[in-house]
């Protein structure tokens, strides 16, 4: 039996088994598991989100194939590749059910307003970041059927070329996106000044703007090269890498499917963008956001500045830099875990701060790898043991207060479960 031994536990937190770990990940996955008549997805939490979100639903594909439920993970998948908009896009959230008494769900609980806005019935018009082909090859990883897969491949190649002819930033590789949701990160301050908002505002002030620029976003027909780019496109550093993450993946998958051109057209893509993203987004020293509406560079180092670590493109000494700010106690390491936004920072807020500095999961399963891909085993098992104490002394929580450790926002929130893809490796 493993037992992971808790470095930075504190006295009143048990010491949890693996075994005891995964039956509690286990029954809160079943608990937010709903069905249609022919889907079968997972809310990330059935109180404040009653839906199925895109990058949600792989985080969930993940836990699933841990705990070795792939056949749980090629239905969140199937379900939340179920409606694709016209063009190919896959969607950020489909509602499949609408709650009965009709609460407001989200954290600014205005949620009618922001569903009127998507101009779609029952799904959203814009994306999350592209992380479906990962988890889709996790998920053929942990013995996912091939069957499963040929009737994957075409909704998701169809997903990366709408996202290529749709958001193509000038003639590079690189993406756009056009509402800081695409992020996955609604209210990072990185995109404040495009926003037009202060760094202290009300999160219903951030929501407003959010909601403008969905009526922006109709007025333009949707239409991003010609008529959005002048209004709100960020070629941004998480959604990049995780695109150029996903164009490795779709390489292998097609190669699974033996279609050697198609394996071929992605690794070309994949090598492009990796010059374009160190050409655009680095600067020598940090991988910051760029505004593709003024064009221009935006400095603010936000969690995503470190995610090159995870995508593996850079080199050995470049990576030195980037775990120096993950460890330093003025930036990212708080006490409790990563930081979404460095202490340093105007914007940082760690109480109500949303994406402004509270601790999220999925940041540390990304930075959990990066590190451990560059080597830095004890800095992984760090983080890795960060979030299990957060998780199991306050519960799978949305995110966390950073100077406290303090559970915040939605309760029964499914992202804790990934710290069950963050194994230690086993001693020799
Ligand atoms: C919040 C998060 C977003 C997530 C959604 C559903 O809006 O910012 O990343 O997808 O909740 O969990």
């Known amino acids: 039996m493993t037992q992971r031994t808790n470095h930075f536990a504190s006295a009143t937190m048990p010491e949890m088994s693996q075994e005891t770990l995964e039956a509690i990940v286990r029954s809160l996955m079943q608990r937010n598991q709903r069905r249609t008549d022919h889907f079968r997805y997972t809310l990330p939490s059935p109180e404040l989100y009653p839906f199925q979100w895109l990058w949600d639903s792989c985080f969930h594909a993940l836990i699933y194939n841990t705990l070795g439920e792939t056949a749980q993970a090629q239905h969140e998948l199937r379900a939340a590749c179920a409606k694709p908009l016209p063009g190919g896009l896959i969607p950020h959230i489909i509602y499949w059910e609408r709650p009965e008494n009709g ?11 922001l569903d009127a806005a998507w101009g779609h019935d029952n799904c959203s018009t814009i994306t999350q970041p592209p992380l479906l082909a990962h988890a889709v090859y996790d998920t053929v990883l942990h013995g996912g059927d091939i069957t499963w897969l040929a009737e994957m491949f075409p909704i998701l190649d169809a997903h990366y070329e709408a996202l290529r002819r749709t958001r193509q930033f000038d003639d590079t590789e690189l993406l756009m996106i056009i509402n800081p949701d695409e992020s996955g990160e609604d209210n990072s301050p990185r995109f404040d000044t495009l926003l037009e908002l202060p760094p202290h505002h009300s999160a219903d002030q951030h929501l407003n703007a959010r ?14 090269r010609t008529c959005m780019r002048d209004v709100f496109a960020v070629v941004d550093t998480g959604f990049n890498l995780v695109y150029f993450d996903a164009l490795r993946c779709m390489e292998a998958l097609a190669g699974i499917l033996h279609q050697p051109d198609t394996a071929a057209r992605y690794r070309a893509r994949a090598d492009e963008l990796a010059s374009d993203l160190r050409l655009h987004l680095y600067d020598g020293e940090h991988w910051y956001a760029y505004d593709a509406t ?25 990576a030195v830099r980037l775990v120096e700010a993950l460890r330093s106690p003025h930036a990212f390491a708080s006490p409790y ?41 004890a800095d992984a098992t760090r983080v890795a043991n960060q979030l299990e104490r957060l998780v199991c002394g306050e519960g799978f929580r949305e995110h966390y207060h950073p100077e406290t450790g303090i559970g915040l926002g939605a309760h029964n929130f499914t992202w804790g479960g990934l710290i069950l893809t963050m194994q230690p490796k086993p001693t020799q």
């Open 294 to 318: 003024h064009n221009r560079p935006i400095p603010v180092a936000t969690w995503n500045t470190l995610l090159p670590l995870w995508a593996g493109i850079v080199t050995d000494e470049e």
């Open 337 to 377: 875990g990563i930081r979404t936004t460095a202490k340093h920072e105007p914007s940082y807020d760690p109480h109500d701060g949303f994406w402004r500095g509270p601790i999220w999961p999925a940041p540390h399963w990304f930075l959990f790898h990066g590190l451990r891909r560059y080597g830095y085993e």
């Open 103 to 113: 609460a407001q769900w989200g954290r600014e609980r205005r949620s009618d307003v």
């Open 211 to 224: 909601i403008t620029l969905l009526h922006e976003h109709a007025a333009c027909r949707y239409e991003v």
